[in-house]
């Protein structure tokens, strides 16, 4: 399935929400809400990706509900609630239905990155939209350079202000269902092209110029919409332009806050995984002859084996809520030690829960039989989802950057990836 939808079109199956001011939560709240919505999500999830139906009611639901909200800070008449509350809300949200999870991830990202770099007009407009149930997306990973940090997108100037965005961008996580794409480019000169620092141009959706289409078409996260975003000489005011590269000249906690969000995404899938392997044991599955017990729930080695899933679950949650602590701890006193701390925390968890999620989306069947295969069940779409979103950084460097600080007290490297 493709869907083109470009800023001259009114057709984008980008948000039927009419904004209006959102839900300011507490942090029970949110949690509570989170829990609601994803009840709600788990019972339609399954039909969402077998059919591939991209989820714009769910997502509206989202910005009217204020969860999306929840970062912005007090002093701009946000909830500003810790991370550690937003890394909970994530991973209940996954539990429900991992892809729908996945498109704000970038929302709250870029949320983040104005608190740290966007001047007081910025920050007070774009948390105004928010506020009024608006979304961001994300035009960040370009396809075909050397590497994920190899970015060739350019704002070229115009004059009396103003700048020229060209580029085009992959896996845009979130840009079809956005009212605003922030997106990664390079601020040239026209002496100097390709030179230029970092920047984030915020676009809208629907400008002149931006065309996203829907071309993902992945073996999980299959509803995420993690298409194109086409950039053709887009008028950008320099009011619209945030730095990027200075996030990383200091301590910074914006690549913590990234990928805790993603590990927050991979133990939803993990416990969702357990939950219906569980259920399925208990009301569908046959007991094996040798175990001489009347239900499968009841086989030592099929408790043993669900057992053991709970505790890596377990210990991946553990490690999640610790990781979301370290953040915030960061964030409250940030100096290059507590930064690093904060880093190795999401390090640790996202190591972890890449393995979890894999491992338990896998083992389901091993405990729930043959007929859990069934394709009518679809149950497959846990490992698919874990297998493709655990494939967003790789798990091994994550451990290596622990092992050189385990070794020598090396510190983590400062940027977005850790």
């Known amino acids: 399935m493709s869907t083109d939808t470009t800023g001259a079109t009114a057709a984008a199956p980008a948000s039927t929400y009419t904004p209006a001011r959102v839900p300011v939560l507490s942090a029970d709240e949110a949690i509570a809400v989170a829990h609601e919505v994803a009840a709600d999500l788990d019972a339609s999830s399954a039909d969402r990706d077998r059919d591939r139906i991209l989820p714009e009611a769910e997502v509206d639901r989202l910005s009217s509900s204020g969860l999306l909200a929840v970062t912005v800070p007090t002093r701009h008449s946000g909830a500003g609630l810790s991370v550690e509350t937003l890394v909970e809300v994530f991973r209940i949200l996954a539990a429900g239905d991992p892809s729908v999870a996945q498109v704000p991830h970038s929302h709250f990202v870029y949320v983040n990155a104005l608190r740290h770099q966007g001047t007081p007009e910025q920050q007070h407009f774009f948390f105004g939209e928010v506020l009024a149930g608006k979304r961001f997306g994300n035009a960040q990973s370009e396809i075909g350079t050397k590497h994920v940090r190899d970015i060739r997108t350019t704002l070229t100037p115009a004059g009396r202000g103003r700048w020229t965005l060209t580029g085009t961008k992959g896996y845009s996580t979130g840009a079809l269902f956005a009212d605003w794409i922030p997106v990664l480019a390079r601020q040239d000169t026209l002496a ?50 945030t730095p990027y590269h200075l996030t990383f ?121 043959t007929r859990s295969a069934l394709d009518t069940l679809n ?36 940027h977005g990836q850790l």
């Open 192 to 241: 100097a092209p390709g030179t230029g620092p970092l920047r984030v141009a915020w676009v809208e959706r629907r400008a002149p110029g931006v065309r996203v289409t829907d071309d993902w078409a992945g073996m999980g996260q299959r509803t995420t919409a993690s298409g194109t975003v086409e950039l053709r000489d887009v008028d950008v005011a320099a009011d619209r332009i």
């Open 379 to 414: 149950l497959n779409r846990h490992w698919r989802n874990a297998r493709t979103h655990t494939l967003h950084d790789p798990a091994s460097w994550k451990v290596q950057h622990l092992g050189r600080y385990v070794v020598d007290g090396t510190p983590p490297p400062n």
């Open 249 to 369: 000249e200091g301590p910074q906690t914006y690549g913590a806050f990234a990928q805790v969000l993603h590990a927050a995404l991979d133990v939803g899938i993990a416990r969702a995984a357990l939950r219906d392997a569980a259920d399925f044991v208990r009301t569908s599955s046959r007991p094996y002859p040798d175990a001489e017990v009347e239900r499968a729930a009841d086989d030592p080695l099929v408790v043993q084996a669900l057992g053991q899933m709970e505790v890596d679950v377990r210990a991946a949650e553990a490690l999640l809520r610790e990781a979301g602590r370290a953040v915030d701890d960061a964030d409250a006193d940030l100096a290059a030690g507590s930064a690093a701390a904060a880093s190795l925390a999401v390090a640790a968890v996202r190591a972890l829960s890449a393995r979890v999620a894999v491992d338990v989306s896998s083992r389901l069947f091993e405990v729930a039989g």
